[in-house]
């Protein structure tokens, strides 16, 4: 099956998955409890993975899944998988409990152990972002579709932060060199604010604290395609199904290149569990 056609099931399967979310999220009728790694669950994450891993199931049957909301096989067997689909079913939970707005179905495929495929829908916003490596990245509105790129650098201007609307900034600004100018941009969920990075709505953003695999995999491959990179608070790359845990270490969602991102953001030890 061609990588054109993977993408098109990728981008089909989000949108499903988002029109059952969004009957929960309209009528309010979910339940939600709170899981070992103190995030949250509800009955519409559920949902949406079954929706996903059935489809997926029934037209990708060779290609396996990692899901958030299933539990993942030990790395001995799933260390050799040459691709798979990486799955978050509702990135933003905890913003959809709340009513926001900002979560999202987050859909990649992960060949040799990086992202080729990533498709962010968000349901309530009626956007689709997807990338395709070596095609570029794209926002889809439900009228058109357009390709997008991060803002490009030029010196003298604020740099433009996206954070989360219950982000303390003084964790995250002990990592902002004070020498540069910033400006904050507040958007729930991970993986739109990457998105906002990738169409030029943000130059930058800094997950202090836990995210897993599935955080990053759509988002890593909609962002480098439009001109940016996601890469851990070390500045090394982050990596997909190579260790034990799936537990991602503190990360870097950069815009523009141009920018001098080592000056501008204090590195700080990564946890990197083997």
Not at 138 to 143: A, E, R, V
Not at 144 to 165: C, D, H, L, T, W
Request: glycine fraction near 8%; charged fraction near 25%.
């Amino acid at each position: 099956m061609s990588d054109d056609k993977l993408l098109s099931i990728a981008i089909e399967t989000a949108k499903l998955a988002g029109e059952q979310v969004l009957e929960f999220y309209r009528k309010r009728n979910f339940t939600s409890e709170i899981k070992e790694d103190d995030s949250p669950v509800t009955s519409a994450d559920i949902a949406a993975n079954t929706v996903i891993t059935e489809r997926l199931q029934a037209l990708t049957p060779d290609i396996p899944i990692i899901s958030e909301e299933v539990g993942a096989l030990p790395l001995n067997e799933r260390e050799q998988w040459q691709r798979y689909w990486l799955l978050d079913p509702i990135d933003g939970t905890g913003e959809f409990i709340i009513g926001s707005g900002d979560f999202a179905v987050n859909i990649a495929l992960v060949e040799q152990g990086w992202p080729t495929i990533g498709v962010i829908h968000a349901p309530d916003h009626h956007l689709t972002y997807y990338a395709q490596k070596g095609k570029g990245a794209f926002k889809d509105n439900g009228q058109s579709s357009k390709q997008i790129f991060v803002e490009p650098y030029r010196e003298g201007r604020s740099i433009k932060v996206a954070i989360s609307r219950r982000q303390e900034l003084g964790l995250m600004g002990q990592y902002l060199n004070t020498d540069f100018e910033f400006e904050y941009i507040a958007l729930g969920s991970c993986s739109l604010k990457n998105c906002l990075i990738a169409e030029g709505g943000a130059d930058c953003y800094l997950r202090i604290g836990p995210t897993g695999e599935w955080d990053t995999g759509a988002s890593q491959c909609i962002l480098e395609q439009a001109g940016g990179r996601i890469i851990d608070s070390e500045f090394n790359p982050l990596s997909y199904n190579s260790r034990k845990t799936l537990m991602n270490p503190d990360f870097l969602s950069l815009g523009d290149q141009e920018f001098p991102w080592k000056k501008i953001i204090k590195p700080h030890r990564a946890d990197r569990e083997l």
